[in-house]
Each structure stands twice: as C-alpha cells, then as structure tokens.
C-alpha cells in the first residue's frame, strides 16, 4: 500500500501503462546488484521492461546472479559488467564496455555501499574504505558516466540510495552541520572538507566526541556526504537530469545480517517507483524515506 508523510506532497502512484514513459529500450544500471536491493532492484526494472545493467564487483557472484535472473526468466534485457566503485581501473573498464555496448542510458542507481560493523557495533577501523565506498565510489562513477545521459524528454535519473543515518539532524556538530546545511554556498570541496575532517578525527582517537552521528559513524558520515553531494548534482543539472536519494528503510540484507522490517523485494519495488516517476511528478533534490506500512515520502 502506498500511503503519504503529513506535509509532503504525493507524488507516489503505482506507474501504469498511462505513465509509463520507458520502453526496453531504456537502459538502467545499478551497482552493488549481485545481491540484496541491488540485485531485487535489477529484477524489478526486468520485470517492467527495461534494459538493465546488472553490475557486481565480483565477477563469479555476478554471473551468479545472471544465473538466478534466468531462473526466474526475467533475464532477456539484462546486461552484466564488473564494476567495483572503489577501483578507477574497474570504472575505467566499465565505461570503455558501455561505450561499446549501449549508446546512451537513462537511470543511474548507485546502490552499492559497505558497513563492516555489525548491528550493535560501531567500530571505526575500516572507515576509509566504507568513506571511499560508499561515498567516493558512487561519486567516481556518477562522474564517469555523466556524459552518456540520454538528454530525453523524460529526463535522466540519478537515485543514489541513502539512509535516513545519513541525514543532518543525526549531525551534532555545529560547524559541519553549518557547512552542510548551506544549500547556497554547498559545494564538492565543502563535502570534501566534512569528510576529511572526520577522518582525521578518526586518525586522532577523538571522532566520538566531536558530534559525528551515533550510529554506524563512519557509514553514517559517507550517507550524509552522498545526500550533500546529490544537492550539489541536483542543482547543477536541473532540468537535465533528476537527482534524489532514497533511504529504503530496514530492509532484511547481509548488510543488517537479514534483520529487518521489510524485504529486499519490497525496498526494490519502493525504489523503482521513485526511479520510474512520470516526468509531471518527478522531482530533483529529494530524499525519500520507504516504509512498508508507511509508504514512500520525501523529507525534502
Ligand atoms: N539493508 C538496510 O536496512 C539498508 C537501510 C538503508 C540503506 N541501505 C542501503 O541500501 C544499499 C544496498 O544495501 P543492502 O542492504 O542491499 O546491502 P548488501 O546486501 O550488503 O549489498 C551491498 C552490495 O554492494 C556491493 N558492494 C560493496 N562494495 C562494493 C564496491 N566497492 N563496488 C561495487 N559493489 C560493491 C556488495 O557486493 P559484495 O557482495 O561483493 O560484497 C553488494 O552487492 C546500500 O547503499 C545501503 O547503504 C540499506
């Protein structure tokens, strides 16, 4: 059921054959897809038609998921590439196959992401790499691929999916909430200058005290610098190309050692909805929250 936040306007009809704007000739590609809402993500664009690019960082456990793909018969127009976000040299790769493969594409979801703390820890010993993942990673690409948008009348999408770990009330720290919280003055090297500083508090033994978000800190950190930087991209290409964030709520994945309120399937069908938004209703700039019992809403 599809229910709306108070305040927030409802832009979240199922898309139906009168506001279905793609064709199988619309191309998707989504990271991380070898498993959990990567993965329900890709079945779900092949199930209402799409192309899609099913990407993983390794190669075995991605042509394993092209092997249940075909199980399930819903494999005719998906396309797998290796892609690890955090190696240029695979992005590099990745891109030289597009070119080759696909003249242009229309969504873009930078899905892939890393968390090495389980539920209740939050150790910041691999905050570096969940830095250059989650946020770095998806920002490389987007970058990478921003010149095969298709400029179409139904304009090309970005959804960069978040978490709601990552939005600014979680941040209590006054100066980087100021840097943050700017939307006129917010740029890539402010963003920079937030990350860089908490990993040097990091370094230092003292990010626990300096305001940083309670939970899960350094992946926390690299959400709140993806939703920044979706401002910063949402507002440079308007017009051009809608750029939101989704947060798909607690969703059973190895990500929260399958604890969660909803499935993989079910965040998917949420995120596409967004993704495939008619052009009258699409919007730029968003951050939207799913909930199975709540529905989908924008918080922006
Ligand atoms: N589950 C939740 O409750 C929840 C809530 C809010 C937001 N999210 C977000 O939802 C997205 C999907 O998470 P999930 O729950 O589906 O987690 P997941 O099951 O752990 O899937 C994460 C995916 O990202 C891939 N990945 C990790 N590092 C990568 C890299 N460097 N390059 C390419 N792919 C990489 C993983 O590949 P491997 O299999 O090779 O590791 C895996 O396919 C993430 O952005 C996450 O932050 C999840």
Redesign the pocket.
């Known amino acids: 059921m599809v229910s709306f936040c108070r305040h927030q306007q409802p832009p979240l009809s199922h898309p139906t054959t009168t506001t279905r704007w793609w064709s199988k000739d619309s191309v998707a590609i989504v990271?991380?897809?070898?498993?959990?809402?990567?993965?329900?993500l890709v079945k779900r664009f092949a199930e209402l038609g799409l192309t899609v690019v099913l990407?993983?960082?390794?190669q075995s456990?991605g042509l394993q998921a092209m092997d249940s793909l075909k199980v399930l018969g819903v494999d005719h127009h998906v396309r797998f590439c290796q892609?690890?976000?955090?190696?240029p040299v695979?992005i590099r790769s990745f891109v030289s196959w597009f070119r080759s493969s696909f003249k242009a594409f229309d969504i873009l979801v930078?899905?892939?992401?890393?968390?090495f703390n389980a539920m209740n820890e939050n150790s910041m010993e691999y905050a570096e790499t969940v830095i250059k993942?989650?946020y770095y990673?998806s920002k490389q690409f987007t970058e990478a691929m921003l010149p095969f948008f298709r400029r179409s009348s139904s304009m090309s999408r970005i959804l960069?999916?978040?978490?709601?770990?990552g939005t600014l009330d979680k941040l209590n720290n006054p100066k980087m909430k100021a840097i943050l919280g700017d939307k006129e003055t917010l740029s890539e090297g402010r963003i920079d200058m937030v990350v860089n500083a908490f990993l040097e508090d990091v370094k230092e033994g003292r990010w626990n005290t300096q305001g940083w978000p309670e939970i899960w800190t350094d992946?926390s950190v690299a959400?709140l610098a993806l939703n920044a930087y979706s401002q910063v991209l949402a507002r440079r290409y308007e017009g051009v190309v809608s750029v939101n964030c989704f947060?798909?709520?607690?969703?059973?994945?190895?990500?929260?050692d399958g604890?969660?309120k909803h499935s993989?399937d079910d965040?998917a069908k949420m995120a596409a909805k967004i993704a495939l938004l008619p052009v009258p209703v699409l919007n730029t700039g968003k951050f939207y929250v799913g909930s199975t019992s709540r529905g989908i809403c924008s918080k922006l």
């Open positions: 990271t991380g897809a070898n498993k959990g809402i990567g993965y329900a990407t993983a960082r390794d456990r892609l690890d976000i955090s190696d695979s930078n899905n892939a992401a890393v968390c993942t989650n990673g960069n999916i978040s978490s709601r770990l992946y959400k947060c798909p709520g607690f969703t059973q994945t190895t990500m929260t604890n969660g993989a965040a």
